[in-house]
């Protein structure tokens, strides 16, 4: 970046200004830049808002700003923070490093905010047992967690309802065994019953001996889920489970669990016993619950009270790490167009590999509604994915921005892999695409590529067409030999008139031809126009060619150079509940670093599999051939002889000038010719 020094705003600061993506932008680097920050106009300022949730930053940091609690950071909040750290700290430079750890040195005490944040800290520390002159964000952390577990001990201490565990100590342990083939053994009792209602009807609800035919060949270990859906146990008209034998493989670990819990020394039970326990494991399950919410609504309400009182340390530690990155994401987007790779903007969600490409500008899409309103204006081509977690299932819908390379091959539904910043991998697959140019490059092949899909499309369609309309007349000659004679007749009759409606009639179609005519001549002329253009000069056909390609990837690339000069992140970041001030802008050099192509070395190998190649002088004697017949088919339309041929030589006849009679000879004719009286 190329920095403008001594620039001043108008507030009366020395700001120092620098060009950031096109735009200029102001610095904030040093402490005595955040100090000033109360003083910087708010035109200058490249966001007025950001959302607290959704972004890669701490989101307990963003609570801790959002004092209105509406879910987003405006200008006044950031102004805010700024000016309650000028409030504690000594020397606002400690902001620069980014540390979560604050020497009590650097914290003021003749001031209400600095003797706060000194008495939170003396506090958490006398109450870890640590003696030391600073504080860190992890003592907070630790801190609140002993606080935590103090106030459950003190909770259940001071609880004096009585309750008897339906199970005893092991209450837990058979709820959770039995709730683990709950479903499975009331899917056998249904059996039963329909057994008891018809006894014919036992084979069917037993397990189908076809389907362990069908495995039986496969390794049955690998089959485990498939027999999992088999019946529990053969059911039975007198519905008594049994416990001991005759289960399920695959429930077999399950039921002996259970069986040892509840029902020891049994060996088959009935659908009453087993009621009654589900009665128990519900009504202990109920009691837990709500045991739980009761004693967590008590604790979280002591923690937010304590957690208020300790509330000057963490806002401290968590600004010393947070506030120069949120200013960096915020005032100037420095992180964004450093292009650190361990240095990334905020709204930056991690990496899409995709088509031989990674692309870093990933962002998470809140409202894809808003998304496809308003992203389309911003000139970039963004591949929207709907990604859902390899392991744990979570789900995300992320925009990712393609700025190099081609796009062929992109379509909607094609497979990709994300990954967060994390490190955690998504499947992740396309369901929208708005389309803007990549680059001028991209631009100069666009119109043969989609009049290439044109031409394709056209005889596709036409070939679709006639292959029915053969179907169709295939499928009505059969329905009319299948016909009466009447309606033979009728058919017959019904397809003389058709010939002869469309046999030729030269008085129809002389127009028709003589409008050909004129065409076939108009194309003459124009060809005889294009072929003296072409050998007048010897340079004419390079000219030529060079006016076809600019009339044809011209306006393309035309369009394409405007709208790569003002692709802009800004309506993404919009559509995301952002309030973009400037704009975002992302040139062409600026591009090419946030999509990566797959660069391979060089192959020395040969390939054995690979196709055969035309050698390249066969190439050339191809071309050279194409070349000779468009040139002398050219010359002949143009000259009506071939080159070698002599030019014909035309003779010269001269134009003979009777002799003009002389005066005397005119007087001496009218003389002799008499005069009629």
Same mark, same amino acid.
């Given at each position: 970046?190329?920095?403008?020094?001594?620039?001043?705003?108008?507030?009366?600061?020395?700001?120092?200004?620098?060009?950031?993506?096109?735009?200029?932008?102001?610095?904030?680097?040093?402490?005595?830049?955040?100090?000033?920050?109360?003083?910087?106009?708010?035109?200058?300022?490249?966001?007025?808002?950001?959302?607290?949730?959704?972004?890669?930053?701490?989101?307990?940091?963003?609570?801790?700003?959002?004092?209105?609690?509406?879910?987003?950071?405006?200008?006044?909040?950031?102004?805010?923070?700024?000016?309650?750290?000028?409030?504690?700290?000594?020397?606002?430079?400690?902001?620069?490093?980014?540390?979560?750890?604050?020497?009590?040195?650097?914290?003021?005490?003749?001031?209400?905010?600095?003797?706060?944040?000194?008495?939170?800290?003396?506090?958490?520390?006398?109450?870890?047992?640590?003696?030391?002159?600073?504080?860190?964000?992890?003592?907070?952390?630790?801190?609140?967690?002993?606080?935590?577990?103090?106030?459950?001990?003190?909770?259940?201490?001071?609880?004096?309802?009585?309750?008897?565990?339906?199970?005893?100590?092991?209450?837990?342990?058979?709820?959770?065994?039995?709730?683990?083939?709950?479903?499975?053994?009331?899917?056998?009792?249904?059996?039963?019953?329909?057994?008891?209602?018809?006894?014919?009807?036992?084979?069917?609800?037993?397990?189908?001996?076809?389907?362990?035919?069908?495995?039986?060949?496969?390794?049955?270990?690998?089959?485990?889920?498939?027999?999992?859906?088999?019946?529990?146990?053969?059911?039975?008209?007198?519905?008594?489970?049994?416990?001991?034998?005759?289960?399920?493989?695959?429930?077999?670990?399950?039921?002996?669990?259970?069986?040892?819990?509840?029902?020891?020394?049994?060996?088959?039970?009935?659908?009453?016993?087993?009621?009654?326990?589900?009665?128990?494991?519900?009504?202990?399950?109920?009691?837990?619950?709500?045991?739980?919410?009761?004693?967590?609504?008590?604790?979280?309400?002591?923690?937010?009270?304590?957690?208020?009182?300790?509330?000057?340390?963490?806002?401290?530690?968590?600004?010393?790490?947070?506030?120069?990155?949120?200013?960096?994401?915020?005032?100037?987007?420095?992180?964004?167009?450093?292009?650190?790779?361990?240095?990334?903007?905020?709204?930056?969600?991690?990496?899409?590999?995709?088509?031989?490409?990674?692309?870093?500008?990933?962002?998470?899409?809140?409202?894809?509604?808003?998304?496809?309103?308003?992203?389309?204006?911003?000139?970039?081509?963004?591949?929207?994915?709907?990604?859902?977690?390899?392991?744990?299932?979570?789900?995300?819908?992320?925009?990712?921005?393609?700025?190099?390379?081609?796009?062929?091959?992109?379509?909607?539904?094609?497979?990709?892999?994300?990954?967060?910043?994390?490190?955690?991998?998504?499947?992740?697959?396309?369901?929208?695409?708005?389309?803007?140019?990549?680059?001028?490059?991209?631009?100069?092949?666009?119109?043969?590529?989609?009049?290439?899909?044109?031409?394709?499309?056209?005889?596709?369609?036409?070939?679709?067409?006639?292959?029915?309309?053969?179907?169709?007349?295939?499928?009505?000659?059969?329905?009319?030999?299948?016909?009466?004679?009447?309606?033979?007749?009728?058919?017959?009759?019904?397809?003389?008139?058709?010939?002869?409606?469309?046999?030729?009639?030269?008085?129809?179609?002389?127009?028709?031809? =003589?409008?050909?005519? &004129?065409?076939?001549?108009?194309? %003459?002329?124009? /060809?005889? +126009?294009? *072929?003296?253009? #072409?050998?007048? !000069?010897?340079?004419?056909?390079?000219?030529?060619?060079?006016?076809?390609?600019?009339?044809?990837?011209?306006?393309?690339?035309?369009? =394409?150079?405007?709208? &790569?000069?003002?692709?802009?992140? %800004?309506?993404? /970041?919009? +559509?995301? *509940?952002?309030? #973009?001030?400037? !704009?975002?802008?992302?040139?062409?050099?600026?591009?090419?670093?946030?999509?990566?192509?797959?660069?391979?070395?060089?192959?020395?190998?040969?390939?054995?599999?690979?196709?055969?190649?035309?050698?390249?002088?066969?190439?050339?004697?191809?071309?050279?051939? #194409?070349?000779?017949?468009?040139?002398?088919?050219?010359?002949?339309?143009?000259?009506?002889?071939?080159?070698?041929?002599?030019?014909?030589?035309?003779?010269?006849?001269?134009?003979?000038?009777?002799?003009?009679?002389?005066?005397?000879?005119?007087?001496?004719?009218?003389?002799?010719?008499?005069?009629?009286?």
């Amino acid at each position: 970046m190329a920095k403008i020094n001594n620039m001043l705003a108008n507030q009366g600061y020395n700001w120092k200004f620098s060009t950031v993506g096109g735009v200029t932008r102001v610095n904030i680097e040093t402490g005595e830049d955040i100090a000033h920050l109360p003083e910087l106009d708010q035109k200058l300022w490249t966001v007025l808002s950001c959302p607290v949730k959704g972004l890669e930053f701490d989101e307990k940091t963003l609570s801790l700003m959002d004092t209105d609690a509406d879910g987003k950071i405006r200008v006044g909040e950031v102004v805010a923070a700024s000016q309650w750290l000028q409030k504690v700290l000594r020397d606002m430079e400690i902001l620069v490093d980014g540390k979560d750890t604050v020497a009590f040195d650097q914290v003021k005490d003749d001031t209400d905010e600095g003797k706060q944040v000194l008495e939170a800290a003396h506090l958490i520390l006398n109450k870890l047992g640590l003696d030391k002159q600073e504080i860190a964000l992890q003592d907070v952390l630790d801190y609140m967690a002993v606080y935590e577990e103090k106030c459950k001990e003190e909770y259940t201490a001071a609880k004096t309802e009585p309750y008897e565990p339906p199970f005893g100590e092991q209450s837990d342990a058979v709820a959770e065994a039995v709730n683990a083939v709950r479903e499975k053994i009331a899917d056998w009792f249904m059996r039963c019953k329909l057994v008891q209602f018809d006894e014919d009807a036992a084979a069917a609800l037993d397990v189908q001996v076809d389907k362990i035919a069908a495995i039986s060949g496969d390794d049955l270990i690998t089959k485990y889920d498939e027999i999992a859906t088999y019946p529990l146990a053969r059911p039975n008209k007198e519905a008594l489970l049994p416990l001991t034998k005759g289960i399920n493989p695959a429930w077999q670990a399950q039921i002996a669990t259970m069986h040892a819990l509840v029902f020891d020394g049994k060996k088959s039970i009935t659908e009453e016993e087993w009621k009654s326990v589900l009665a128990k494991v519900d009504s202990h399950t109920d009691w837990k619950t709500a045991s739980e919410t009761a004693m967590n609504e008590a604790i979280a309400e002591q923690l937010a009270t304590h957690s208020a009182a300790i509330a000057p340390v963490e806002r401290l530690v968590r600004y010393s790490r947070d506030f120069m990155k949120l200013i960096h994401n915020y005032v100037v987007l420095k992180d964004f167009y450093k292009r650190d790779e361990k240095c990334l903007a905020v709204f930056q969600a991690g990496k899409l590999y995709i088509d031989q490409r990674q692309c870093d500008l990933c962002i998470r899409v809140s409202d894809m509604g808003k998304q496809i309103a308003s992203a389309g204006t911003s000139g970039i081509y963004l591949i929207y994915c709907h990604c859902v977690a390899k392991s744990g299932g979570a789900q995300l819908d992320i925009a990712a921005a393609m700025t190099d390379g081609d796009i062929t091959g992109l379509t909607e539904g094609k497979n990709a892999l994300f990954y967060d910043r994390d490190g955690n991998d998504y499947d992740a697959t396309i369901t929208k695409i708005i389309d803007n140019p990549i680059s001028v490059r991209q631009a100069f092949f666009s119109p043969y590529r989609k009049f290439g899909k044109w031409v394709t499309d056209k005889i596709t369609k036409s070939a679709t067409e006639k292959e029915s309309k053969q179907f169709d007349q295939m499928t009505a000659k059969a329905d009319t030999a299948s016909t009466n004679l009447t309606v033979k007749t009728e058919g017959a009759e019904a397809v003389a008139a058709d010939k002869k409606a469309q046999m030729f009639d030269i008085a129809k179609f002389a127009g028709i031809f =003589a409008a050909i005519g &004129l065409a076939l001549g108009a194309i %003459g002329a124009a /060809l005889g +126009a294009l *072929g003296g253009f #072409i050998f007048a !000069k010897w340079y004419n056909i390079i000219l030529l060619i060079a006016l076809v390609v600019i009339v044809i990837s011209g306006p393309s690339m035309l369009l =394409a150079w405007l709208k &790569l000069r003002k692709r802009n992140l %800004g309506p993404v /970041l919009n +559509a995301n *509940g952002w309030a #973009i001030n400037s !704009k975002i802008l992302i040139n062409t050099t600026f591009g090419q670093t946030l999509t990566k192509m797959a660069k391979y070395p060089k192959i020395v190998s040969k390939d054995p599999f690979a196709d055969k190649k035309t050698p390249w002088w066969q190439k050339c004697i191809y071309w050279l051939i #194409i070349l000779a017949i468009l040139f002398f088919g050219i010359f002949y339309l143009t000259q009506k002889r071939m080159p070698w041929q002599p030019k014909p030589e035309v003779e010269v006849v001269e134009e003979v000038v009777p002799d003009t009679p002389t005066e005397a000879a005119t007087e001496a004719i009218e003389e002799e010719v008499p005069v009629a009286e």
